[in-house]
């Protein structure tokens, strides 16, 4: 009998592996690090795929006509449909994977962390990536760096490794 696959998990890239945060920042995480040699990571970084520099202009999450937009408020770019046709994709061709961990308040993988700006104030909400990955994967893990450091790396693992315990 053969021994279990590395489980696959789609990780956002500012999380240790490169320095491509709007600011050119990367983001250390114990817990991400403590997996590298236990899962197999699949990075994205949906700002830096879609063509956006780095460092680049920042982008928000804005309530337009009761839709959320992406808005680059400084360049005025709507980077809406760009992100949305660039994460459908990814999650269509990324094959079989057993788990998420995204940043937080990121416009495009924060979940439940991200601001939402209504011109009244903030609400919060998931960004455009972190919204597609839970509609297409509702029964997967799903986490945030937070998440994972609070649950630690060992729990993180039983959750991918045992199918349906969700």
């Keep these: ?13 500012c ?13 250390r995480s114990d817990a991400v690090n403590e997996l590298r040699d236990r899962v197999e990571f699949v990075t994205v970084c949906p700002e830096q795929d879609i063509g956006l520099g780095v460092p ?32 459908e994709a990814f999650l269509e061709r990324v094959g079989a994977v057993d788990g998420f961990i995204l940043k937080s ?12 700006h209504d011109g ?21 893990v799903i986490l945030d760096e937070g998440e994972l450091e609070e649950m630690g790396s060992e729990a993180f693992l039983r959750l991918v490794n045992t199918p349906g315990l969700l």
């Design 15 to 27: 999380l240790g592996f490169e320095a491509c945060r709007w600011d050119a920042e990367i983001i």
């Design 56 to 87: 680049r202009k920042p982008i928000d999450l804005v309530l337009v006509g009761g839709k959320v937009r992406v808005i680059q408020k400084e360049t005025g770019r709507d980077l809406t449909d760009d992100l949305t046709g660039f994460s």
């Design 105 to 116: 308040r990121s416009p495009s993988c924060g979940r439940g962390t991200t601001w939402i």
């Design 120 to 140: 009244s104030g903030v609400n919060i909400g998931s960004g455009v990536f972190a919204s597609c990955v839970e509609n297409r994967y509702p029964d997967h």
């Design 1 to 13: 009998m053969g021994s279990r696959p590395k489980p696959r998990v789609v990780v956002s890239r």
